[in-house]
Structure formats: C-alpha cells, structure tokens
C-alpha cells in the first residue's frame, strides 16, 4: 500500500509539473521582459533601430482572441496577422480564448506582461462587460492600439412579408399591435441586442425581444422559417440567406449605407437616429510603451491595407475602418457613454 | 452528366490527394490521442491551409475531419479514454475486447464500420443534399428541445437494469451544464464571482477527467497484481464472416448517424449513444452489450463517422454548421473567399463537387491507414503500464489546457476524474453523465427560447416535426417494457401449460 501511496505521489507531482508549466508562461514572459529591458538600458546602439526606437519586436508576438476560431473576428485577426508576420519578421501566434462575453480572453491580456508580446482583440462588448456585472474589465485597463472593422446593426425580414415591406411600414404595424412581432437577435446583452432596444426607443414601439434567436441554426434560418418576424444583426451572421434571397435586408441602423448594400436604407433616412455598431480592434496591456505602441499600429495599418486584407472584407460584405491609437482611445470611452446608458434603460446593468 | 464528371475529375489531382492523405493522417494522430479531439485538430491545422489555395485546403480540412472522427476510438478501445466525446459509447465494447487481448480485433471492427458508416452518409450527402438541408432547416428550439427530451429519455431506458443510476449520472450531467452565463440573459449562475465559470464547465476537460484520470486511479490499485495481457494482433481485419452478422447493425447505424449529423447543434455523441442503445434494445442478447461484443463497436462507431456527411449537408446547402467542427471548416471556406448556402449549387458547383469527391477519397484512405496502423497501436499498449500511464496522464494534462487556452482547465480535469473514479466504484454511469451535460444545455436553451418565441403558448411544442418526436420517444419507452411483459407473460404460460 505504501508503495502503491508512492507512485501515486510520483504521478500527482508529473501532473502538478505539467500545470505549472502550462500556467508559468507569465512568469517566462517575466523573465524575457526583464531581459527585454536590460538590453534597452543597455548603451548598445546597434541593437536599436534607425528610427530610434527599441528593437522591438524581437520574438513571437500572441495574439489572445476573445472568440472562437472560425468566427468573424478570428478570422479578422488571422488575416491580419498573416500579413504583419511578413511585415515585422516575427511570427504571430493567434491563440482562441472564449466566453464571459469576451471577458475571459481580455482578462488573460491584461494579466499578461505589458511589453508588447500579448496583445488581443478587443470588441465593443468590451464598454458593457461591468454595467452587465461580467467582468470588472473597463477600458482603463487596456492600452489601444488601433481599431480595423466594424459591423453596422442591420434590420432583416423574410422574403415574402406580407405586413410590412419597409422600415416606416414596420415601425407603424408595431406601433398598431404592441407587442407582438417577435423581434430575433444573437447572444443577450450583445451589440445587436442592444441596437433593438435601441431602436425600440428612438422609434417609441414594443417589441417581444428574442435573444439568442440563433439556436441550432443560425439567426438567418429562423427568420426564414417566420419562427421570428424581424432580425437584427450584421449582413455577415446570415449570408447565406441573404445571397439565397430568403431574407430581406430592409434597414442599417449606420450613420451612412452600408458599402456593400447601398440599395439599403439608413434608419436615419426614415427618421429615426439611431446608430449601433460593433467595432473590432485590438488592444495592449496597460501600460505597455508608447513605443511599442507605434511599431504595432504602424503594422497593423500596413496589413489593414494590404489587398488580402481589402479582399477579404469584400468577401464577407463588412466594413473596413481605420482608427489609430489615440482615435481608439476615445471611442472606447465613446462606446462606454452611448451603450451603459441603453442597459441602464432596459434594466439590463447591474 | 458529362459535364458533372469531367468537372470532378477536374478538381483532382496528385498534390491534393496527397493532402487528403496528410490530412487523414494528422486527424488520426491527433484524433487517437485523449484530449485532442478532431474539432481542435481541425482548429490547429486550419491556419496552415490559409496559405494554399482554396481546393487544396477543402482537400486538407476534410481529410483531418475524417481522420480525427475515426481517430478518437483507438484510445477508446485501448485505454478507455475516448479521444473524442463521440468516441465514449465505443469505450464500452471496445475496452473490454482489448483487456481480453482482442484490442487489433476491435480496432478493425471500428475502422471497417467507421468506412461503412462515412461512405453511406457520403452517398446520402450526394443524392439528398438539398431534400435533406430543407427538412433540417425547419429544426428550430421546439424542434431541439424535445430531441433533448427524446435523448434523456434514451439514456433512462439505455439504464434499464439500474434505472436510478443512469438518471443520477444524466442529471448530474445537466446540473453541470447550468453552471455559466446564462445563455439567454447572460445572467452568471453557480459561478461564486469565478470569471473562469463564467464560460461554464469545458466538455473537454470534463471528459478527460471522467474517463482518462479516472481510468489512471484505477490502474493505480490494480498495477502490480494485474497479469499481463499480450495483445493477439494476427488479425485485424474483421473477416467476412463477421461483418456478414454486423450488416444489419451498421445500415441501420449509418442512417441514424446521417440524420442526426444533419441536425445543425445535434452532432456525434448523440448519434452515438442512440445508435447504441437502439441496437442494444432490439438486439436478441442486449445482456451481451457491455461485455465486449462487435456489435457494441459497430454501432457507435458507425453512426459517429456517419455524422461527418451529415453535418456536411447543412454546412454546404445551408452555409449552417452541424457541429463545431464544420463551423471551423466554414470559416475557413470564408478565408477563401467560398461562401456556403443555397446558391452554391448553381454558382459554385465545383466546390460541392470536390467536397463530397474529397469525403470520399478521405474514408478510403481512412480504412487503409486504420488497418495498417491497428497493429502498431495494439502493440503500443504492450508498454509497461508504469511508464504508459504517466504519459497518458501527461497527454491528458495537455489535452485540458490546450482545448480552451485555460490552466483553469486542468482543474477541473482533475475533480471531475476525481469524480468518475468515485462515480465508478458505485456504478454510475459516466457516459450518462456526458451525454446530460450535451443534451442539458439543449434542452433548456431551447425549452427557453420556444417560449419566448411564442410569447408563453405551449402549443409550440405540439408542432408537427415535435410531434414525431414525441412518438418517438413515447415508443421508445414503452415498446421495449411492454415487449418484456409480454414474453414473461408468455412464459409464465408455457411454464403453466407445461405444470397441467
């Protein structure tokens, strides 16, 4: 028995090893910073570059992704960093960190060394995460790099609708029957959530709001079963539909048309100001350089205009945008004071 | 036709089969090593086809789906540990045949029956694509939620020698799935302010807790006393003789594994586990099952590969995922510029085309590689446990972190492996458990969301597709109780008569 006591302590101890070096990589990433910054303080003005800054990057830069692969914002960030691996000679490596609303994925950013190695993609959802009571994540605890896409709330019906054909039809049949169109959408408390209520507001009508209104198969199918009589997402979650004809796109909840749909009709052109995006960038550990800062804006504003990257925005009927470090930096502040305010509103905040 | 044929034979060529090839391949290895399931295979090597062209990739990302299905019941069958969670119903056959030294014999029923079921669903995926998306398409939450019912209700008859215990381990599989931000209000339940159970528990870590550390415990006590068992490796392939006996099983497992497959958010565990259990509850000797019979690998194996194709249906005519993996491989078309959906039949056909020539070509080379290697992965577990095990635990330490990026995962591995040795001592299921935690969060996602479709009428539940369900599911439960009755009755008579 005792021995059979010792191979199990033996085993445990393997096992315990093994986490430890699956969790030291912090403590690693501490050490190479140190190193990192010896070598800066070091009067070696080979190691520096030409423009004066350090010589970073100097190893494999992770990049954490919020979501999972295979989704609209992994597949944003791989083609980008294919393209800046090229750009600044190092490898990047794009590891997937879901849930908690991307809350979980950013916290590991932020736990992370502030040197520039971690960074992450960051999404709008980060201006609600502690109004929802998700995370104690806010903006403060990020640096901005720059931000490189958006998707614009749009309003989809299916094909063949019979009770309204536009968006001022809509808006007057709910505003005759409160309450009873069923008004589908994606995750709850999510951005396309929030453009209903929105909306909702600014039009003066009630809705019966279905969240997570994907379920098995996705939002664009349900809609076309007429198991819900609106969605409201972004072009991109129901392409396929969209391309069959099954359902209609009839409004964008954007400040102008969107660039793939200019046959499609703003809110505001109906009179109704209302405007909801999702914004993707990415962002650093507080207090990372402002050097480091540059090189990585720099690059990710070559990749965001490289033609792989213009193609591949085409191909999926986004948007592209470009907003450097500091622009950034007040639209996520911006983000915070127009979407808390919505949940506070809808009972949602905490 | 002409046109049909030339077009895909235009797709052809050496450099992409050797790709499907590599792909099987790399599917296999990764597939067949507990923790790394096909759905990260496929998650890991996608970035590598970002840089070929696009028929090369499609060629690539089926091969590794194909292979990483299959891969997952090598480990089953030899160390109990399914790679996959599809793999966890052939664990239950398959183990034992290998503890009795018949482990190359138990990996060629798998992959013989794994080809069976991958080349039917293809057949399915060929001629009734679009008939086949246009019915899945109108599964929507009534429809899944009392699939979810019809599933639970599989494992309460699946257990019908220990009915308490199998529902114990169904429903702590369904606890487990409440645990994490409410799907439809975001809302965090039983997380204690923890952000790591914010996103829920990981079936990943979850599985390999259960079946892999809970598996290592138990070797622990048994180490030194076991005498060892050399594996009979003569013969791998199965023998005509045998799949004569199995055909019926592997038909009827095909088409269950093809149309749950084709269910978007259903998948292969489910598939799996009904196939079993329906072969179980019409077999001759359901007694048998559990014990080691080629039957209790056929089926699961069978329908599992068979919900490749299926879920291949309405990612091609839908642009909808069947499963995670296909929601991967959809991305990645999307990286290449391919959208999937109803159109692509007219605009893109080539695309179509190669997909199903790929599945198939990715099956054959599935059987091929499968048997070959059958024997050099029997031998393998000829190594010395005390060397062998501490690997696996390694494998299985890896696996938890690598499936979710979180050392957070590595505990829960452990408690829940904690928690399956415990389970196993007292005879509760632990596949009862896995599959609550699949259907739980189906069941109530989509119970939920029906009702706030319907604004609180019930009658959503009574639509005609749930109304088939239902049917089923009552005639599942009393069918085989009421077939019981009546043979006791039966005999009691004979028994009677024979007295007077």
New interface residues.
Partial sequence: MK??FF??V??AA??VM??AG??NDSGEKAAAAEKDAQQKEAPDNDAQSEDGSSDYPGKKIEVIIPQ????GS??IA??LT?VMEKDLGVPFV????????T??GL??MADSEADGYTIAMNMTNLATLQA????ELSREDVEAICSVNFDGASLFIKKGEERFTNLPELVEYAKAHP?EL?W?TG???GMWHMAILKFCSVAGIEV?V????G????LG??L??G??DVAVSCPVDC???L??G?IEFIASLTAERQESYPDVPTAKESGWDCEVYSTRGFVAPKGTPKDVIAVLEKAFKNAVDSEEYK??VT??NTNMIWRGADEYTEWLKEEVDTYVPILEEAG?AK | MLATISSVLSTLSFGTICLVLVGVVLGIAVGSIPGLTATMAVAVLTSFTFGMESGSAIAMLLGIFVGGVYGGSISAILMKIPGTSSAVMTALDGYPMSCRGEGGKAIGISTVSSFFGGIVSCIFLILGCSAIARIAAKFTYPEYFVIAVFGLCVIANASADSLLKGLLGAIIGVFITTIGMDNLTGIPRFTFGSQNLMSGIGMVPALIGLFGVSEIMNQLFTIDSEKKQQQKIDRIFPGWEVLGKLKGVLLRCSIIGTIIGALPGAGGPIAAFVAYNSEKSNSKHPEKFGTGIPEGIAAPECANNATVGGALIPMLALGVPGDAVTAIILGAFAIHGIRLGPMIFQETPEVVYSVYVYTIIANIFMIIIGLLAARWFAKLINTDKKILMPLILMACVIGSYASSNKVFDIYVMVIFGILGFFMDKVGISTSALILGQVLGALAETNFRSALTMSQGNYAIFFRPIPCVFWALTIAMVVVPKTRKVIKTRKSNKSKKEEAE
Avoid at chain 1, 94 to 101: A, K, L, Q, R
């Fill in positions: 021995k059979r191979q199990f033996g085993i393997a096992a093994m986490m699956c969790g999972g692969v295979g989704t992994d597949l791989r083609v294919s794009c590891t997937n960190v879901e849930g908690g609303s809350s979980i916290q590991q929802l009571g998700y995370s309450g069923s589908g995750q709850a408390g019966n279905v969240p997570n209104a379920g098995g198969v996705g199918l349900t076309a079963n198991d819900i392409i396929a539909q391309d069959s099954d193609e591949y191909s999926q949602l």
